[in-house]
């Protein structure tokens, strides 16, 4: 099983580089399997991969659940 975790596109470079924001830590990772990802859109992303674009809805349900584990800081 694997896990992916939500997170927004803030930045998009060449060579299918973006930066997303995950609980407000940033990182680059890699959107070359969701090429037609826009800015501001949330992906799950997975050992460094947006591995699909998902609703923002979706994202903060996700988030919330997350918050409610203890994984993430409220």
């Given at each position: 099983?694997?896990?992916?975790?939500?997170g927004?596109?803030?930045?998009?470079?060449?060579?299918?580089?973006?930066?997303?924001?995950?609980?407000?830590?940033?990182?680059d990772?890699?959107?070359?399997?969701?090429?037609?990802?826009?800015l501001?859109e949330?992906?799950?992303?997975?050992?460094?991969?947006a591995?699909?674009?998902?609703?923002?809805?979706i994202?903060?349900?996700?988030?919330?659940?997350?918050?409610?584990m203890?994984?993430?800081?409220?």
């Open positions: 099983m694997c896990l992916g975790v939500p927004k596109i803030t930045q998009i470079a060449d060579n299918y580089v973006a930066t997303v924001d995950v609980n407000g830590n940033q990182m990772i890699s959107i070359r399997l969701t090429p037609e990802v826009q501001g949330y992906v799950l992303v997975h050992a460094g991969f591995m699909e674009i998902i609703d923002a809805a994202a903060a349900e996700t988030i919330s659940y997350m918050e409610e203890g994984w993430y800081d409220r």
